[in-house]
């Protein structure tokens, strides 16, 4: 699964890496939780991508009180396009989810030990990446609005399986564009992208027990305790 990622990269470095029209200047952000506002990147029907804020955990537009709903963080991949809540979104409101890293954790109950996941140094590539998510408008019946997301989750890869068994879905830059085109209206096309992230891609690295309360949300939260290749 994924419940807490991390985004610091320069606004204008990820404006640069995922090509998207707005000018937009936004902090760095190291804790990041779900119901908190989150940078996504989507495509309008002309095909130009566009940055927007939107609340981490969807809520499907059929629902009826937003209050009285269990918003959906993750979105199992493998049963997307038949889950009554996601199919929908999968079908025609794909996007992208800008971070730089994302974490786990192992361990009891009261004594969890986080870990930062991140692309490692050594690869192919470092920085930046794409998690792949839906996300959702819903509109009341008084007028409001709240548009909210979900991140897509796969099997995990064979350096991230001894934290979890569930991982984000993360895209190469390569399939931005097949993902977010949803003018189809189908997700056929785009379920060969649903897979665990190559074997080489991450490294894990251990961090601050000050990560685990989601308030925490300074560059500490990261400092490295022990860092794992495999």
Not at 25 to 40: K, L
Not at 190 to 217: H, M
């Amino acid at each position: 699964m994924c419940s807490r990622y991390s985004l610091t990269t320069p606004s204008e470095a990820v404006r640069s890496y995922f090509g998207y029209d707005e000018e937009a200047d936004f902090p760095p952000r190291y804790n990041i939780a779900p119901t908190q506002p989150v940078a996504v990147v989507r495509q309008d029907h002309k095909g130009r991508r566009h940055l927007a804020l939107v609340r981490w955990g969807l809520i499907p537009a059929w629902v009826k009180d937003p209050r009285e709903f269990t918003t959906l963080i993750n979105a199992r991949s493998e049963t997307a396009t038949q889950k009554p809540s996601f199919r929908g979104a999968m079908r025609h409101h794909r996007c992208l989810v800008p971070a730089d890293a994302y974490y786990e954790w192992t361990g009891a109950a009261g004594a969890k030990v986080p870990h930062l996941i991140r692309p490692r140094a050594d690869g192919p590539r470092r920085g930046l990446f794409a998690m792949a998510g839906i996300f959702e408008h819903w509109l009341g019946a008084d007028g409001s609005e709240l548009d909210t997301m979900a991140i897509l989750t796969t099997g995990a890869n064979r350096a991230t399986a001894w934290i979890h068994d569930r991982a984000p879905v993360i895209l190469a830059r390569e399939h931005f564009d097949r993902w977010l085109d949803c003018r189809p209206g189908t997700a056929e096309h785009v379920l060969d992208l649903l897979r665990p992230a190559p074997d080489d891609l991450l490294e894990t690295v251990e961090v601050s027990r000050a990560l685990n309360n989601p308030r925490n949300d300074f560059p500490d939260v990261q400092a490295p305790v022990r860092t794992t290749l495999l």
